[in-house]
Structures are given as C-alpha cells and as structure tokens.
C-alpha cells in the first residue's frame, strides 16, 4: 500500500497527515509542546469512607474498582467480600449487593467491575464465564455468557458512554478454563485489539475499535519453576517493562490508547481506526544491566517482606471440586524463580498509566525519576490540546471519575484499611 506524508504547521503546532491510498481516513499527529505547565492540585474533598472502626458497610478488604453513575452515587467493588457498596453524593451509605457463591447473582471468581451511567452494575465473573448485571437498585437481573469455548479473555474495563456495553483492551490476556491433554492452546496473537463488548444479548458480541500493538515475542514455551512445581506456558509471557495497553473511553465512544514505550496517545472514534496521535517530545529509557539488577532486587526484597504482587494457584480436582492446596512457602518459592528467570524489554516506556474524564479529558502518567517511579501527570484532551501537567507527587491517578468533577482515590489508612477519597476537580480537568 502506497503511503504519502503531508506536514503542516497551524496555530504554532504540527500536524503531519499521512495518507494511504486505500484507507479511510488519515492519521493527524499533533507534537505537544516539551515544556510543562503547572496545574494546581488545591481541590475540594467532598468525603471520605471506609476505616478500621467506621461501621460495617464501609470495614473494606480489597477494593479493586470503583465507579460513578450520572447521578453521582458512588460504587465501591470489595473484592476480597464479593459485594458492591454504594454510597451518595454526600458518602451516606444507600445499599450494598453481591455475596460469594455459585448461583445467579452470587460471585465466584469476579475480576473486573464497572459501571455504567444508569447505575447497572457489571461483574466479569470468570468462575461463571459470564457479565453479571445488577441494576441501579442493586437487583441481580441478569448474566452475559462470555462464549470462547475453553478460552476467555479478560483485562480492564469501561464503561461505554454511549450504550450497554464495556471496552476492553484485554484480548491480549486469555486464561483457559481447561485443563489435561484435550485442553486448546489459543493460537499466538499478532495485535492487542481493543474492542466494544454489547451486553444487550444472552451472548456477547463483540467489535474491535482499533488494533493496539503487540511487541513481539518468543514462540518458545516458557517454563516457571520453584517450590517443587512447575509450570509451563505455551509461550512466553510480557516481559518486565513491556508497555502495557492503556486504554480509556471517551465521551463519543471512541476511546485514548497508549499500546508503546514512546509518547504515543493515539485516539479512534466509535467507528474504529486510529485518526489522531498525541505526542510529547519524552524519550523512553534504555535498559541496563544495572537496571535489570536493580529491578530483580527490588522485587525479591517485595516478596520477602510480604508485599509487591502477590499469586494465588487454585487447582481444580476430577468433577471440579477443589484439590489439594498448595502452601505459600511453595508458591512464594515459584515466585522467587519467576523473578530470577525475568526477561526485559529493551526500553522502560514514557507513559505508566492513561485515564479518561466524563468531560473527554485524558489524564496521562510519565514516569518518575526511577524506572518503576511515578512522575508528572498531563492533561490532555481528544481534540489535540494540552491543558497542563501535575507535578511529581502533588495528585494522584484517579481510580474513577465522575460527573461534576467527581473523582474516587483509593488510599491507605493507617491501619492499612482500604478508604476511598472523593474530591471535585473543575472542569478545565475533567
């Protein structure tokens, strides 16, 4: 396929348009500017839940997720509890929903939580191979089938502004609910695709919004060992300081992505197809020897102390009931071999994390100093503009945003109980 490069400079800023004979619509890069401008982090706290002694609906275990609806009610997914915690603009407690177990509306394996702007609840319950959804009342209504046959793929989710549907860019990662000889090995990827999940049906369906890249490869089996087990992969997993694919959802439908170690924000429109690149003139960093050292101490140094992240091995006996467990001495001794034996990627990447605003604001987190720090936040939005950065240390990534400028952050009391902080941003931000 033919190519051609047409560079323009508009408005103190470069947009290059490249074209392909036979494509649809054209890329526009836009380079944002190298300097950053301060934002000032002198917000409204709007309330706080969960504490060690605060009443029981808000003593959390593990909070994976949280999220708003368009009314401003907030919901809180407990994982370690299996349930959801809503509260109200004002943080009174309005219901909580959700218990382990294996019937309709009981949680098994759940590993994803969003929300969706009516207030439906959904649940990637993988122990059900389905979606959960509870309605705005907290009523089980129904569950999604994930189809796949042996095979599901999981990985972040969003809500979709514009319909009953999530977005994933989770294809990526597959988890195979079989096991033994006749188990299927999913053939090797060449894409991450970011896709739209309808969940209007008895069935998913699915339909990809843009191809993110997939760095590439070995083919060969991986082999983690340690503890007196071994396991052996079909082929070899990310590699330490791979970019990950960050995705978020914009207002239209479309959504922000970063699927590189550069600088890239590329955005595509509810119809599929990257048609803008946001850049900022960051360079990746090289990995050293050094760097590669460093990384396996810190990490055994983690796992010695208890913390960093943690593995749990679930076997399934003959009829599906539970087998033998396996100790954490055994698994923390795996562990120790999987980071002895890391592979790396050649460069740590620019961007460490990406979120999206209700308003289409894209929030984008560089990299600090040291190569697993956390550096600067930018602002951007989808149609090319950048709105300012925060400074290494003064806010933190929100774990959900909000309308009216509400943004949900998870932090750690000092008895290392989960609490969620709500505060309002203005809507330069959001």
């Avoid at 071999?337 to 308003?359: C, D, H, K, N, Y």
């Amino acid at each position: 396929m033919r190519h051609i490069a047409v560079v323009t400079r508009m408005g103190g800023g470069v947009f290059a348009l490249i074209f392909a004979m036979n494509a649809v619509a054209a890329q526009e890069v836009v380079e944002l500017p190298g300097a950053d401008r301060a934002l000032s982090s002198d917000y409204e706290e709007v309330y706080r839940v969960g504490s060690f002694d605060g009443d029981v609906w808000e003593t959390f275990g593990d909070i994976a997720a949280t999220g708003f609806d368009e009314s401003g009610n907030l919901y809180i997914f407990d994982r370690q509890a299996s349930r959801i915690v809503v509260v109200d603009s004002d943080g009174n407690f309005v219901r909580e929903f959700g218990s382990p177990g294996e019937g309709p509306g009981e949680l098994r394996m759940a590993l994803g939580f969003t929300v969706m702007r009516d207030g439906t609840s959904v649940v990637m319950d993988v122990g059900h191979r389905s979606y959960q959804l509870f309605g705005a009342d907290g009523e089980f209504e129904r569950m999604v089938r994930m189809g796949g046959g042996g095979m599901i793929q999981f990985g972040e989710m969003a809500s979709d502004p514009s319909g009953l549907a999530i977005i994933s860019g989770g294809a990526g990662r597959l988890m195979t609910m079989e096991a033994g000889p006749e188990a299927v090995v999913p053939e090797p990827l060449e894409t991450r695709p970011i896709e739209r999940i309808s969940l209007t049906g008895e069935d998913i369906e699915t339909e990809t919004i843009a191809e993110g890249w997939l760095p590439p490869r070995s083919e060969r089996p991986q082999t983690i060992e340690g503890g007196g087990m071994r396991f052996q992969m079909s082929m070899a997993g990310p590699r330490t300081f791979e970019p990950r694919l960050l995705v978020g959802a914009l207002p239209s439908g479309g959504v922000a992505f970063s699927d590189s170690s550069a600088y890239n924000v590329k955005i595509a429109g509810r119809d599929g197809g990257v048609s803008k690149i946001l850049r900022r003139p960051f360079q990746a960093l090289p990995v050293t020897d050094r760097i590669e050292k460093a990384e396996k101490d810190r990490r055994l140094e983690e796992l010695a102390a208890g913390e960093g992240p943690q593995m749990q091995v679930r076997m399934i006996g003959p009829g599906g009931g539970a087998a033998q467990a396996i100790s954490q001495d055994a698994i923390k001794e795996m562990m120790r071999g999987q980071v002895e034996q890391m592979q790396f990627f050649p460069e740590v990447p620019v961007i460490r994390a990406l979120q999206t605003s209700w308003g289409g604001r894209i929030w984008v987190q560089r990299r600090g100093e040291q190569p697993v720090s956390d550096g600067p936040i930018d602002v951007l939005n989808a149609a090319g503009q950048y709105v300012g950065s925060y400074p290494t240390g003064e806010m933190e990534m929100p774990s959900s945003f909000g309308p009216d400028g509400l943004t949900a952050y998870i932090e750690m009391d000092d008895f290392d109980v989960p609490t969620v902080v709500v505060r309002r941003l203005p809507a330069s931000v959001n």
